[in-house]
């Protein structure tokens, strides 16, 4: 059972450079997530899906699309890369509305230079 | 200030000793909490689950919850050096959807 799966693992961009991210999940989740974690900063969310057809900005939405594809997959778009978007990426997924009961995938890299 | 405030330590203690994990919030609305254990390079999975005040145990593991002096435990009995990891708190409201809120994380390391 693979969980929640993300790719790439590791990216390197040069700025103004675009990416879009892949999240999958097989857990039948309602919800997605995109997180970011920086050092000394925690995970901040950067949007969210509650379900199929809708999405909602979270704690740092600037310079990120989202597209919620299907009830499977959330992908998470950097238009123009900025140094500032250099983290370690997450995409997790929740059965029920409310609870935030989160499964993680096991991130992305991404580096900006 | 921020709402959830954890010691990033890093916490370093020898097998087999009990660890004590903290968080402090500022947010009264806060109605679940959570403890997450994130290893390294891997993404956080949740290890505790608790609605409210109180404790809730599972295993070695042990959840307080105080609301009235907005403080949460984690504690860890007999600890393994499998439990090395980074530990993150998280909380919300239970109103405000997809708002989850986590602590900065605090890096344990126990050595054999």
């Known amino acids: 059972n693979a969980g929640v799966t993300q790719t790439p693992k590791f990216q390197v961009l040069k700025t103004g450079q675009s990416m879009t991210l892949q999240c999958a999940q097989d857990?039948?989740?309602?919800?997605m997530y995109w997180y970011r974690q920086d050092p000394g900063m925690g995970l901040r969310l950067i949007y969210y899906?509650?379900?199929?057809?809708?999405?909602d900005k979270g704690e740092v939405p600037n310079g990120y699309n989202v597209s919620r594809l299907n009830k499977r997959e959330f992908s998470l778009r950097l238009e123009s890369a900025a140094p500032s978007q250099t983290s370690v990426y997450f995409c997790a997924s929740s059965r029920d509305r409310g609870t935030e009961k989160l499964f993680f995938g096991s991130g992305t890299q991404l580096s900006v230079l | 200030q921020k709402e959830v405030e954890q010691d990033p330590g890093p916490l370093s203690v020898p097998e087999g000793a009990i660890v004590s994990l903290n968080c402090t919030y500022s947010?009264?609305?806060?109605?679940?909490f959570m403890w997450y254990r994130q290893y390294s390079r891997k993404g956080p999975e949740l290890l505790m689950y608790t609605y409210s005040s109180g404790n809730k145990e599972d295993g070695r593991f042990t959840a307080q919850v105080d609301k009235s002096s907005k403080y949460i435990s984690l504690f860890i009995r007999d600890s393994q050096p499998s439990d090395s990891a980074t530990y993150l708190c998280?909380?919300?409201?239970?109103?405000?959807?997809?708002?989850?809120?986590f602590g900065q994380g605090t890096i344990l390391t126990v050595h054999p």
């Open positions: 947010n009264s609305a806060f109605q679940y």
């Open positions: 998280a909380m919300f409201s239970g109103t405000s959807y997809g708002k989850l809120t």
């Open positions: 857990m039948n989740h309602n919800s």
């Open positions: 899906s509650a379900s199929e057809g809708t999405t």
